[in-house]
């Protein structure tokens, strides 16, 4: 086992009132802390989904591990081939190379505290989603950056089965 050190010598403080966030209804994304801002410990966001909203599809990190926690409502959260209902309070972390996705649960709203360690520059990512949000890009311009934001997206048997 390695150990990992982040170098970074000023606290990172982010206050609500100063997040960006991008999309809405029926999914918001607050950024809250990128790579760099944290010496390369974590990148976290704050994820708000409307009742049902899907929040990822199916997707692996290979040089990290994600953490939900919920903050409230309830959300479903694949990690490999199971499939688990998370709730108010809950945290779920899903080691590296491990499939993953989550949603709220169908007619509950999800609030979900979304960490990366060790961290991605990823706000860029969640820029490329808006973009094409905004029809601005294309969905399939997302497999041109995979690498970059170590972001794999795979298929799921398991995960449309439960959304479908």
Known sequence: MSLFVPRFEDTALVREAGAEVLGGDPAAFRLLADSSATGGALSAVRVTLAEGADGARPHLHRRSAEMFYL????????????????????LIVVPPDRPHAFAAVPGATADLLVVITPGVE????????????????TPESLLEVQERYDNHFLDSVTWDARRH
């Open 71 to 90: 903050l409230d409502g309830a959300a479903d959260v694949l990690s490999g081939d199971d499939v688990v209902t998370a709730e108010r309070g809950d």
């Open 122 to 137: 990823r706000f860029e990512y969640f820029r490329h989603l808006q973009r094409i949000r905004l029809g601005e890009a």
